[in-house]
Every structure is written in structure tokens, then in C-alpha cells.
């Protein structure tokens, strides 16, 4: 299974970080790979239950993506899943204090689906490249 972890220092508090990393909606904001994202649910988008519409890419290479947080952690960790006919993606964030600052912690875990599992070695290149691009971008967001 593909995965990649990567991890970012912020000068900005916890209660300032979290909140923004646990409402999906903002990775168009760091990941340069994001094009779209929306929040799809009603109400509070830092909860359980929350959904958000990603869109991955453009072109012949779009993915669209609908997550769901399923854990949530007040200020600590946020997990949110998304199921396509291919693939599960399962994203964790933990967010910690360092200092008068934070540190987050991002990994992504993905299951290729069927005759797709024969990609995952290509699928783990990818995911390593676009995490790197979206770590670096989170990096500069938070700094």
C-alpha cells in the first residue's frame, strides 16, 4: 500500500492550525496539485461527518476525490477517507505544540482497488513526488 508521511514546523499555534488543516477545504490553499475543493456538508466543517469535494489535477489527468471525516480529535489529529472505483485514500493529520509553535504531521495511505494493485509501486513514485510538492507548499502556508 502506498504511503507517505511528511511533516512540517509552523510558528503558528495549535489552535490556529488545526482548525485550518481540519477543514479539507483549504488544501487548494498549499497542495499545488489540489485545483478544486468545497465543503459538501452543512454546519461546523471541523466535525465528524464533515465532507469536502477535492479535485486532483485537470485535463485527462483529473481526479475527483470526496472525502469524509471519520475521526477527529480536538486539536490533535483529524482523519478523512475518500472511495472512488479504484481507490481508498485515508488522510491523517496530527498537529502537536513545539514551542510557541506547532508541528504537523500529514500521511496518506492509499489502496488501489482490483487489477490496479499491480500500479501500487508506480502509485507510491506519484505519491511520493505530490506529497513532497504539498508538503513544501504547506510549509510556506504555515510559516
Known amino acids: 500500500m502506498p504511503t507517505y508521511t511528511g511533516t512540517v514546523n ?3 499555534p495549535v489552535g490556529e492550525v488545526f482548525p485550518y488543516m481540519a477543514d479539507f477545504s483549504n488544501t487548494k490553499d498549499w497542495d499545488p ?8 456538508s452543512t454546519g461546523d ?3 465528524v461527518g464533515a465532507t469536502f469535494h477535492v479535485v486532483q489535477g485537470s485535463g485527462m489527468t483529473k481526479v475527483e476525490l470526496d472525502y469524509e471525516t471519520i475521526e477527529l480529535v480536538d486539536g490533535q489529529k483529524v482523519v478523512l477517507r ?3 472505483d479504484s481507490l481508498v485514500s485515508i488522510d491523517t493529520i496530527t498537529v502537536a505544540p513545539e514551542g510557541a509553535g506547532s508541528t504537523v504531521t500529514y500521511e496518506v495511505e492509499i489502496s488501489l482497488k482490483g487489477a490496479r494493485k499491480v500500479a501500487e509501486p508506480v502509485m ?3 505519491l511520493k513526488r505530490i506529497g513532497n510538492e504539498a508538503r513544501e507548499g504547506l510549509e510556506k502556508q504555515l510559516s
Open 124 to 126: 507510491a513514485l506519484f
Open 33 to 40: 496539485n489540489i485545483t478544486e475543493t468545497s465543503v459538501t
Open 82 to 84: 475518500a472511495e472512488t
Open 45 to 47: 466543517p471541523v466535525r
Open 10 to 12: 509552523s510558528p503558528k
